[in-house]
């Protein structure tokens, strides 16, 4: 019934978790979800009342343009220019997704073709793996280890793959493992993807994410970026809009001409009036941007200190709003957590066979069920 492509697709982490919460609930179990990263905190006011605005203008209630309202790409360009110093042409340079996911889903369609291969980052956000599935291409998977800063070697890539690869997936500040890198690795990718012919597309959705002072630097910032490649963003998490499904691709324009030429193949963009309150998340005061960081790191810091206490060795992250736990076994870890304790967390094999060994929380609850969760800790048998 189903084609041969299916087979090889594995079953989606975050649905699989959903499934276990619920038969966990229907036991009567008060579970703390502390798995899949969606914030709890809600849309800003300001936004949610453009929005409201604009979906009783009738002018919103056609088609919207393939590549993004112009208004909205304009306000992207902008953004960029004051977040990270880097210049954007709207009209070819920026592309609107519906969801940073959507882009990356779709990139390998317009340059891969059956058998190229696809380097990933692994542990790495699910998706990578199954666009590329989806394109026939190959996946090569690039660890990320402590050791190494979970940065990738390109150096450790055997050189047939990287003669036969065509697009390369990374993302810092990472899901999941919340490692941030320095712009000289920017840069070192631009070097790698020059003398390799490889498209770069890196996930940046986690950028305004940060902590202590901490400022992740984007892909675009890296001299050169523009002719390597890509970079995929968000507003879900930056703004709390992650059922709103906004986003935007932004680099280089024959690359984003080639996503723009499968997007106009398969949807039909995204809703204006959710791209006139993205014009207002992006150019409005962003303090609560600001504010939402200081809930997280709040949160981060009640989470850190008691697995600590708990006589975990855990790394308090500068970015995104994840813990990377090493653990022995991260299915057994993270079964027992749900069984023992009632505490949902991510295995990290589910992101990757680099992943065996860590679980990843999502500080996407509040500060009571983050406490409550690590007393719950206490009385299992870890």
């Known amino acids: 019934m189903y084609a041969n492509r299916l087979d090889n697709l594995p079953p989606y982490l975050f649905a699989q978790i959903d499934a276990l919460k619920a038969e966990k609930r229907a036991q009567g179990v008060d579970v703390i979800d502390l798995g899949v990263g969606d914030p709890d905190l809600p849309t800003p006011d300001h936004i949610v009342d453009s929005l409201c605005e604009a979906a009783r203008d009738p002018s919103t209630h056609h088609y919207p343009d393939y590549t993004g309202m112009i208004e909205y ?123 390799n012919d ?32 890509m970079e995929m963003h968000s507003l879900s998490k930056t703004y709390n809009m992650t059922g709103w499904r906004l986003g935007m691709a932004c680099g280089g324009e024959e690359f984003i001409s080639g996503l723009g030429r499968v997007k106009t193949n398969v949807d039909s963009g995204a809703f204006d009036a959710i791209q006139r309150a993205g ?60 069984d023992d304790a009632g505490i949902v967390v991510t295995p990290g094999v589910g992101f990757g066979s680099n992943g065996d060994g860590y679980v990843r929380f999502a500080i996407t609850r509040n500060i009571e069920r983050i406490r409550e969760a690590i007393e719950r800790m206490r009385s299992v048998d870890f």
């Not at 977040?83 to 882009?103: C, D, M, Q, Y």
């Not at 202590?212 to 001299?223: C, H, I, R, V």
């Open 73 to 195: 790409r304009e306000a992207v360009a902008e953004w960029y220019s004051t977040r990270f110093g880097v210049t954007l042409n709207p009209k070819t340079e920026v592309l609107a997704l519906i969801g940073s996911k959507e882009g990356i889903a779709h990139v390998p369609e317009a340059f891969v073709n059956p058998g190229d291969y696809v380097l990933a980052t692994d542990p790495g956000y699910p998706v990578y793996k199954t666009s590329t599935l989806f394109s026939e291409g190959k996946l090569w998977e690039m660890p990320l280890k402590e050791e190494n800063e979970f940065l990738p070697v390109f150096e450790d890539i055997p050189k047939d793959v990287v003669k036969k690869a065509k697009l390369m997936f990374f993302g810092y500040p990472n899901n999941p493992t919340a490692a941030v890198a320095p712009l000289s690795f920017f840069e070192e990718v631009v070097e790698f993807a020059k003398e």
């Open 198 to 229: 490889i498209v770069a597309v890196h996930d940046n959705a986690y950028s305004e994410i940060t902590f202590d002072g901490y400022k992740a630097p984007s892909f675009l910032e890296a001299d050169g970026a523009k002719e390597v490649g």
């Open 279 to 338: 014009i207002t998340a992006l150019t409005s005061t962003q303090q609560c941007v600001a504010d939402a960081c200081d809930v997280y790191q709040e949160r981060r810091d009640v989470l850190v200190n008691g697995l600590r206490d708990l006589g975990f060795e855990v790394t308090s992250p500068e970015a995104t709003f994840y813990v990377w736990l090493k653990v022995s076994d991260s299915m057994g870890f993270a079964k027992k957590m749900l």
